[in-house]
């Protein structure tokens, strides 16, 4: 009786605060109207304040749509024994603030210091809180309500010093005994019935933010400070991509001022990661933050080409910075032979040993080469009026005559053979191009066969000079030592958004030369860079998060967190997961499933000739299975993506297109470049032998193939297994037999 009560009091209260929103969202609305009807007329000033108070309305409108999310997802109240700040205070925790009537606060912005316990406090460590109360809710609708007693006293922690460049340890006062692995058994995960049911909810082909169910381990990185450089380590599931978003939301709110005119920046690995995110922040009321691969902060270039592996990974090494600094060097260069000017009845001479000279003194100048480019047209110009009019002291020429011979035709003929203004483009595709120039950039840098791989054909036009992903940090770079040229057509700006904190997703994946790309975008070095060792697998993964945060330019300062506990993957999943891990990765910690058990990963075995049909037969069975709908990834090498997708009544995938698959509420095909950061409620990872040979790192790829999934596995081969799957696939062989009539008798795999 009494739990249909409290039931009904907080039903009450949820429809009193969606009341209180929809109220705040109509005066803002009245706000907006009010100033539109003003018109156009009335000072500058009052139009400047009427445009100011139209944006902020519609940016407070925007922030109270919360469409169909839940504004209201628990409680917490404080001991009235006096020994906390807030002495039997009770707040409600949600997705924004609201308040009452009287102005006090309704319901508390999850962002908010006071909702911390929500998160953080433990039996151990209650921070004050004598309950905590969990709801579930769809919108304004109350499910359910679930307690949490928290009665015991805090130990006094003991506070540690994170080392510099190092993990930062967990806070482990009065923590038990540690287990076989030297955890403690404190650390176990324990899921809530609101995290499981958020956890078996089906999945929509986008993701869902996580505000509602943050663990205190998420917590501590969402809530680290803004200053310097945070590193979160997190293998597949721990959630690291939802908390990175939740960090920058969270930073936006607590540093509002300075954030919101600096900007934040959210770098992805690739395109169909951007669209899998996209909604989350809007969801938690931040729609200003960008969204951006690292090739999509390179203005102006497309990729229109693919290239060897071994020409990516070279191209991404920190030596290249080098070699596009000596290209733009070598175009800096000294005349050969005496020139001459005619200038009226004259004809004046310009020497090597003057041309040496200018460039030797335009050097050391600051700036960019296009901006010292009038410095070297006043000083040619300087030395051919002192021969013009007779020796005399520097700067006594008649300043017209400069001018004059400035604007020459064969002045600036000298000039742009000495110092020639150059955009990247041009640059890269004429080093690239020359084996000549290539050699004299390349000198003790790169051997001939290395130079060899950086060779390719000269295009006829610049539209046509194929670009690969690999080029665009090298033009990045090179656009900075360049800067703007100023064309007869049409200007070429090279200036660079900066932003106040990046968070970079995947970061162990950018090779030093995109690294590069990321540092020039920060104002003042403010990171967020998550990722997962285990999984590194690209041309340009680094071993270890010391390389990454090298790329970067920092050495000193930097912290790290480590999430260890797997929400996504069920125990049977995660413990095949691990398995390869081991292998893959011996050094790197395995994960612990927050949900034991499941269901295990079937293995099907099929013939090269059906593998195709069988694929199909095994996906359309998984949705078949999946309670209440759900999604289904098809999980394959990049070769087999386009007979996949041409399987399923899908398009085919370009190569070169970054768009990338479009994920679907059913069966998406999925090829291994596209698949990081992805979720589906079921996965059908296609032969992994092939997977294996076509990552670059092998295993570490199948490790990320394998735990994508939120409910069931499902592994298609005909090659047979690698080896850290040969023991499980010979548990399951008699299950997926029976289960899969269809397929075709074994041969020469790995569990006859």
Not at 436 to 455: H, I, K, W
Not at 501 to 516: G, K, Y
Request: proline share 7%; with cysteine; hydrophobic share 40%.
């Amino acid at each position: 009786m009494a739990e249909d009560e409290d039931l009904n009091a907080e039903q009450q209260f949820i429809e009193r605060a969606y009341q209180r929103l929809d109220e705040a969202r109509a005066a803002a609305e009245e706000r907006m109207s009010e100033a539109l009807g003003s018109g156009k007329s009335g000072t500058h000033q009052a139009r400047t304040e009427r445009d100011m108070v139209v944006r902020a309305s519609l940016a407070r409108m925007e922030q109270l749509d919360i469409g169909s999310q839940s504004l209201v997802f628990g409680r917490i109240d404080f001991r009235g024994d006096g020994t906390t700040g807030r002495p039997g205070a009770t707040y409600h925790i949600g997705r924004l603030g609201v308040s009452g009537e009287d102005m006090e606060p309704m319901v508390v912005d999850w962002r908010a210091p006071v909702a911390e316990p929500f998160y953080r406090a433990t039996g151990r460590h209650p921070m004050g809180l004598r309950r905590r109360r969990h709801f579930s809710t769809e919108g304004p609708k109350l499910l359910g309500i679930e307690d949490e007693e928290l009665s015991v006293p805090s130990p006094t922690p003991v506070e540690s010093t994170p080392v510099e460049g190092r993990p930062a340890e967990p806070d482990r006062a009065g923590e038990g005994q540690p287990d076989r692995e030297g955890r403690s058994q404190e650390e176990a995960p324990v899921a809530t019935g609101a995290l499981l049911a958020a956890l078996e909810r089906s999945r929509s082909g986008r993701m869902r933010d996580i505000v509602a169910t943050v663990q205190r381990q998420q917590d501590e990185v969402i809530r680290a400070p803004l200053p310097g450089l945070l590193v979160v380590q997190g293998g597949p599931g721990t959630g690291k991509t939802a908390v990175a978003l939740h960090r920058a939301a969270y930073l936006l709110y607590t540093f509002r001022f300075p954030l919101e005119r600096q900007g934040v920046l959210v770098v992805g690995p690739n395109q169909v990661f951007l669209r899998y995110i996209e909604q989350v922040l809007p969801s938690l009321g931040e729609t200003g933050v960008a969204l951006s691969t690292v090739e999509g902060l390179v203005s102006g270039v497309r990729p229109q080409a693919t290239e060897p592996v071994a020409v990516s990974r070279l191209k991404g090494r920190s030596v290249m910075a080098q070699v596009v600094a000596r290209a733009m060097s070598d175009r800096q260069r000294s005349l050969r032979r005496p020139v001459g000017v005619p200038f009226g009845l004259r004809a004046l001479s310009f020497t090597p040993e003057d041309s040496r000279a200018v460039v030797s003194a335009a050097r050391r100048r600051r700036g960019t080469h296009n901006s010292r480019r009038g410095a070297v047209e006043t000083m040619v110009a300087r030395h051919l009026a002192a021969g013009y009019g007779g020796a005399g002291p520097a700067g006594s020429q008649d300043e017209d005559l400069v001018a004059e011979l400035r604007r020459h035709p064969a002045v600036v003929e000298i000039c742009d053979r000495m110092w020639p203004r150059l955009d990247a483009e041009e640059l890269l595709h004429d080093l690239f191009g020359a084996p000549a120039l290539l050699s004299l950039a390349c000198r003790g840098l790169l051997g001939p066969d290395e130079q060899a791989l950086l060779l390719r054909e000269r295009s006829a036009r610049r539209e046509d000079i194929p670009w690969t992903v690999a080029d665009l940090p090298l033009l990045d770079e090179a656009a900075v030592l360049l800067g703007d040229r100023q064309r007869k057509s049409r200007p070429v700006r090279t200036e660079l958004r900066t932003y106040g904190h990046i968070v970079v997703d995947e970061a162990q994946e950018l090779s030093p030369m995109q690294l590069r790309v990321l540092a020039r975008r920060s104002l003042s070095g403010s990171f967020t860079l998550v990722g997962d060792l285990g999984q590194a697998s690209g041309p340009g993964a680094h071993p270890t998060w010391e390389h990454v945060v090298a790329g970067l330019g920092v050495r000193t300062g930097w912290r790290m967190v480590e999430l260890d506990v797997n929400y996504r993957t069920p125990g049977a999943v995660a413990d095949l997961a691990n398995q390869v891990l081991a292998v893959a990765a011996p050094g790197l910690r395995r994960l612990r499933a927050a949900r034991p058990g499941g269901d295990p990963p079937e293995f099907v075995l099929t013939g090269g000739a059906v593998l195709i049909d069988s694929v199909v037969e095994v996906a359309k069975s998984q949705l078949s299975l999946l309670e209440g709908g759900g999604t289904v990834g098809v999980v394959c090498p990049d070769s087999l993506g386009d007979r996949l997708s041409a399987a399923f009544g899908l398009p085919a995938l370009s190569p070169v297109d970054a768009r990338g698959p479009r994920l679907r509420s059913s069966i998406s095909v999925v090829p291994m470049k596209w698949v990081k950061g992805l979720e589906f409620d079921g996965v059908v990872v296609v032969e992994p032998a092939l997977i294996v040979a076509e990552a670059d790192r092998g295993l570490r790829g199948l490790y990320v193939a394998l735990s994508r999934t939120t409910k069931r596995l499902s592994v298609v081969h005909a090659e047979a297994l690698p080896e850290p799957l040969v023991e499980a696939a010979a548990r399951g062989a008699a299950r997926s037999s029976a289960r899969t009539s269809w397929v075709a008798p074994a041969v020469g795999g790995a569990h006859e």
